[in-house]
Structure formats: structure tokens, C-alpha cells
């Protein structure tokens, strides 16, 4: 079954930098994924598509601040130089087939 | 510039229906995968259904047999008609452009309510 498991919350300071994990399920490991981010009182923002070897490509005017990685089945955000509008919750997605499937989401605050 | 308007949500009462409606602007609906997703109260992203540039179309099992996508090519629309309307059903229904192929895009949605 395709699951993607993200941890509920994280915290870093203004200025620092952060990494965010998504998990794939067992024998997923080469899926992509796809970060969105969702600020308070607002709709989703596509972020980046995040390929297997690490590759991604990001959506249209989101900063430098925004990478991503991958080892394995983890998939990694890494947000550099925390700005306070990066406090928001952050969910990763994938595909199969017939399915697309979202994690729970990870709440940023930034501090 | 890529946009996505959805429309259409409302009040609605258990067991009633809804269509809700998605305008595109910058890009060609029927080129692209496009999905629906819902996001309850208080809750995350919940996908609902895609249909592929082929046509090709699959639901999430909660709203299977209830919920139908489709498109409209000349109008650039994407639609997602909802039938037996339940209160779990209660959310706001983001269009999005899927990222599987190119770049993702999102509606800024759209609240359904059901509720008697």
C-alpha cells in the first residue's frame, strides 16, 4: 500500500535553516514526490516535483531557499534562512497508477 | 500565467448533490492529469480523483460510486459532480494541475458544506 509518513510538527529559529522528512512506503522507494506548502487561512502552493535521485524542479517564483533531496525512501524539504512566512504546514505527495496519495503534513514554526 | 477558479460549493443537505465547477486560464485542461482534493476542517490534504489527458479516470475509495470528474474541452473546465452527499463530505475542494507531469498547480477552492 503506497503511504507516505511525515512527522506532525518541527520548529527552527528565524534565519536558521530545516529539514523536512517524507517516508515512503515499503517498496516505494523510486516514486517521486511533490512538496506543497499551506500557509495559515490559505490554499496550497506547490513547491518542487522531487525525483528519487534527488533531482527537482520547482514551481513557478518559489526561492532559492527551497531545496530538496532523497536517500532511499526519504524524501527531504530543506528550507535555508527562515523567513516567518515560512511558518506554515508542509505535505508531501505521490502517484501510483490510479491513486495519488498525500502525507499528513509536517507544522512549521518558525521561532 | 497559469490559473485555476474553482465554484460552485454551497450549502447542501445530506443526500443532495453539487457540481463543482474549475476555469483554467494558461494551459490546455484536457493536455494535462488533473485531480480534485479536499480538505476538511481542521484536517489535511485528502485527494478525491483524477482524470488523465487520455481520459482515464479513478476515485478515492470514500467517495467511489458518488463522485464523478470529467472535463470540458472547449470550455477549459474541469467539473466534479458529487451525488449523495454525505457530512463527512464537508470540506474545501481545491482543482489541481497534478505534478506528475510538469509543473502543479493549485485552485484557491471552494467550501462545501452538507448539513441539514
Known amino acids: 500500500q503506497l503511504v507516505l509518513t511525515q512527522s506532525p510538527s518541527a520548529s527552527a529559529s528565524l534565519g536558521a535553516s530545516v529539514n523536512l522528512t517524507c517516508t515512503l512506503s515499503?517498496?516505494?522507494?523510486?516514486?517521486?514526490i511533490a512538496w506543497h506548502q499551506q500557509q495559515p487561512e490559505k490554499g496550497p502552493r506547490y513547491l518542487m516535483k522531487l525525483n528519487s535521485d534527488g533531482s527537482h524542479s520547482k514551481g513557478d517564483g518559489i526561492p532559492d531557499r527551497f531545496s530538496g533531496s532523497s536517500s532511499g525512501a526519504e524524501r527531504y524539504l530543506t528550507i535555508s534562512s527562515l523567513q516567518s512566512e515560512d511558518e506554515a504546514d508542509y505535505y508531501c505527495q505521490t502517484w501510483g497508477t490510479d491513486i495519488r496519495v498525500f502525507g499528513g503534513g509536517t507544522k512549521l514554526t518558525v521561532l | 500565467e497559469v490559473q485555476l477558479v474553482e465554484s460552485g460549493g454551497d450549502l447542501v443537505q445530506p443526500g443532495g448533490s453539487l457540481r463543482l465547477s474549475c476555469a483554467a486560464s494558461g494551459f490546455t485542461v484536457s493536455s494535462k492529469y488533473m485531480s480534485w482534493v479536499r480538505q476538511a476542517p481542521g484536517k489535511g490534504l485528502e485527494w478525491v480523483s483524477v482524470i488523465y489527458s487520455v481520459g482515464s479516470t479513478y476515485y478515492a475509495d470514500s467517495v467511489k460510486g458518488r463522485f464523478t470528474i470529467s472535463r470540458h474541452n472547449s470550455k477549459n473546465t474541469l467539473y466534479l459532480q458529487m451525488n449523495s452527499l454525505r457530512p463527512e463530505d464537508t470540506a474545501v475542494y481545491y482543482c489541481?494541475?497534478?505534478?506528475?507531469?510538469?509543473?502543479?498547480?493549485w485552485g484557491q477552492g471552494t467550501l462545501v458544506t452538507v448539513s441539514s
Open positions: 515499503s517498496g516505494h522507494s523510486s516514486y517521486a
Open positions: 489541481a494541475r497534478d505534478p506528475n507531469y510538469g509543473a502543479g498547480y
